[in-house]
T-cell receptor
């Protein structure tokens, strides 16, 4: 079993749709959590950090459930420019080891 | 703003050749790391460093060496290239153990 698992995708949605990505992690000592975005043939870039209280950045909402070891990302009112791969990222405790999920690809169509 | 700079962007090697992928950051970050990205596998950690003179192995270290003689530079050396090392390699840096990672643009390596 992978340490960080994500929905395999791809997700194909029309513009304006709401789409949710899920992620689970297995190491209960994990300390920090992120969603990264990766465009085709580009480097990953931070989309947002994820906090236990939940956090929102415009159309994006991230949630963390430590008890269930579950992370989610909600995108509202999808835009064509949201088409990308979304990576769930977990940083373990006890050292610098950042673990990436395999990513979920999103295609937003007109 | 330079951020994290990786060179080269593309490279083709023959099996058995060695080479060094360069990585430099100008943000004075203590933490640097190397990942490889393969289809369906996500990014896997090869080696990382928590400061100059300190390196450690990640998830897939075999066939790779690293060194960290300065805060700015973290080169990755392929000792004897194999076709299984065909991949996209990313270098990243971060200011603390748990903070955001900044990535270089990647190196697309093909071993034939």
């Amino acid at each position: 079993r992978k340490e960080v698992e994500q929905d395999p995708g791809p997700f194909n949605v029309p513009e304006g749709a709401t789409v949710a990505f899920n992620c689970t992690y297995s190491n209960s000592a994990s300390q920090s959590f992120f969603w990264y975005r990766q465009d085709c043939r580009k480097e990953p870039k931070l989309l947002m950090s994820v906090y236990s209280s939940g956090n929102e950045d415009g159309r994006f909402t991230a949630q963390l459930n430590r008890a269930s070891q579950y992370i989610s990302l909600l995108i509202r009112d999808s835009k064509l420019s949201d088409s990308a791969t979304y990576l769930c990222v977990v940083n373990r405790g006890g050292g610098f080891k950042t673990i990436f999920g395999a990513g979920t690809r999103l295609f937003v169509k007109a | 703003n330079a951020g994290v700079t990786q060179t080269p962007k593309f490279q083709v090697l023959k099996t058995g050749q060695s080479m060094t992928l360069q990585c430099a950051q100008d943000m004075n970050h203590e933490y640097m790391s190397w990942y490889r990205q393969d289809p369906g596998m996500g990014l896997r950690l090869i080696h990382y460093s928590v400061g100059a003179g300190i390196t450690d192995q990640g998830e897939v270290p075999n066939g790779y060496n690293v060194s960290r003689s300065t805060t700015e530079d973290f080169p990755l050396r392929l000792l004897s290239a194999a076709p299984s090392q065909t991949s996209v390699y990313f270098c990243a840096s971060s200011s603390t153990r748990t903070s955001e990672a900044f990535f270089g643009q990647g190196t697309r390596l093909t071993v034939v």
